[in-house]
């Protein structure tokens, strides 16, 4: 990041934005597994995320981010698992400091055709190898430690 980008973004932080997101998750064969997608501009893993709507609720959100970006069907749970932070484009001028507020969605389907079909890829993994896979260390752990067994359904 350069010292122009990064004196930019430090004046920014007053204008942290908020987005919701959802860990989409499944059992198979006894073990859980956790949905990723990737990002559009640099292909990398992350979870289903982004800006809620007008009177959007955020679990609302986090499920219609999932239908978007990956064509989940299922259920989401009004329980936030937690926040993580992150630069939405950390390289451009327009970088812009993001939380997102983390919400559990059950899968029960994946669509064959979803809106972001062309523009992204998804896979299902393991909690721990998903960990690996995501860029960011608040989510990581948030990914690691998720246990649906303790959800309320």
């Avoid at 932080?13 to 997101?21: F, L, N």
């Avoid at 959802?22 to 859980?32: K, L, T």
């Avoid at 949905?35 to 986090?62: C, H, N």
């Avoid at 523009?119 to 960990?131: C, G, Y």
């Amino acid at each position: 990041m350069s010292n122009v980008t990064f004196r930019k973004l430090v004046s920014r932080m007053g204008s942290t934005r908020t987005q919701h997101g959802a860990i989409c998750w499944r059992e198979r064969n006894g073990e859980v597994q956790v949905l990723l997608v990737s990002s559009r501009r640099t292909g990398r893993w992350v979870i289903p995320k982004g800006w809620p709507e007008e009177g959007e609720k955020p679990p609302a959100t986090a499920y219609r981010e999932a239908a978007e970006e990956a064509g989940v069907e299922g259920k989401v749970l009004p329980v936030c698992l937690g926040l993580y932070s992150y630069v939405k484009h950390p390289d451009l001028d327009d970088a812009l400091p993001c939380v997102v507020a983390v919400y559990p969605v059950k899968v029960r389907n994946l669509a064959r055709n979803w809106p972001e079909k062309a523009e992204r890829q998804r896979k299902w993994f393991s909690p721990k190898k998903a960990a690996a896979e995501v860029g960011e260390m608040e989510l990581a752990r948030l990914i690691r430690g998720f246990d649906p067994a303790q959800l309320r359904q």
